[in-house]
Nanobody, 122 residues
Framework: QVQLVESGGGLVQAGGSLRLSCVAS????????MGWFRQAPGKEREFVAG????????SYTDSVKGRFTISRDNAKNTVYLQMNSLKPEDTAAYHC???????????????WGQGTQVTVSS
């Protein structure tokens, strides 16, 4: 069973950058699709980005295209989310998730991390 721990969140000014990391335990990381989601207070959880097990295919929600980049290092059991040109509306708790069945917004992600808070000030 994969377990996930996120890090890298914090407070940043609008226009700034952060890189989130998600480290997975277990020996099956390289066979899982990975996703990043976010949830702001009072809002539903939103798919942000996903990546295939080999890293060759990625998917993004429209609001982050061109600003965020998802990547993974299977040798380090880690998936990253590089976030540039951050906006106040990006403020949310960011969670990574794993699935053996896909990596897109409609994938049933079965394993979730606890999340890391990202706050963007204007």
């Amino acid at each position: 069973q994969v377990q996930l721990v996120e890090s890298g969140g914090g407070l940043v000014q609008a226009g700034g950058s952060l890189r989130l990391s998600c480290v997975a335990s277990g020996r099956t990381f390289s066979s899982h699709g990975m996703g990043w989601f976010r949830q702001a207070p009072g809002k539903e959880r939103e798919f942000v980005a996903g990546i295939s097990p080999t890293g060759s295919i990625t998917s993004y929600t429209d609001s982050v295209k061109g600003r965020f980049t998802i990547s993974r290092d299977n040798a380090k059991n880690t998936v990253y989310l590089q976030m540039n040109s951050l906006k106040p509306e990006d403020t949310a708790a960011y969670h990574c998730a794993a699935s053996a069945a896909g990596w897109g917004p409609r994938t049933d992600f079965s394993v979730w991390g606890q999340g890391t808070q990202v706050t963007v000030s204007s």
